[in-house]
Nanobody, 124 residues
Framework: EVQLVESGGGLVQAGGSLRLSCAAS????????IGWFRQAPGKEREGVSF????????YYADSVKGRFTISSDNAKNTVYLQMNSLKPEDTAVYYC?????????WGWGEYDYWGQGTQVTVSS
């Protein structure tokens, strides 16, 4: 059974940091792209960052570039999203997702498996 379990969300003041984790099981980690998406109330789900586990290639949305860092620990089948210099507009439910290498990218419809989400709230 494929599972993606996010953790690490919470409430933080603007300028603070959080590290999200996405623990994956039930599939071959290297065959997938792991992406982080977020969805704020009343807004569409948007791609934040993704990593291709096989070669470590990373991609970031312009809105988080320079502030967020995605990384993976392939031995633990876990992907992390280090979020620094958080802003109130980063407030959202953050989801991790897994999609096939060569297909999955910025579109949320390109991913096959999803976690349950973790709430990130940044106060001003």
């Amino acid at each position: 059974e494929v599972q993606l379990v996010e953790s690490g969300g919470g409430l933080v003041q603007a300028g603070g940091s959080l590290r999200l984790s996405c623990a994956a099981s039930g599939f071959t980690f290297d065959d997938y792209v792991i992406g982080w998406f977020r969805q704020a109330p009343g807004k569409e789900r948007e791609g934040v960052s993704f990593i291709r586990s096989s070669d470590g290639s990373t991609y970031y949305a312009d809105s988080v570039k320079g502030r967020f860092t995605i990384s993976s620990d392939n031995a633990k089948n876990t992907v992390y999203l280090q979020m620094n210099s958080l802003k109130p507009e980063d407030t959202a439910v953050y989801y991790c997702a897994a999609g096939a290498v060569g297909f999955a990218g910025w579109g949320w419809g390109e991913y096959d498996y999803w976690g349950q989400g973790t709430q990130v709230t940044v106060s001003s």
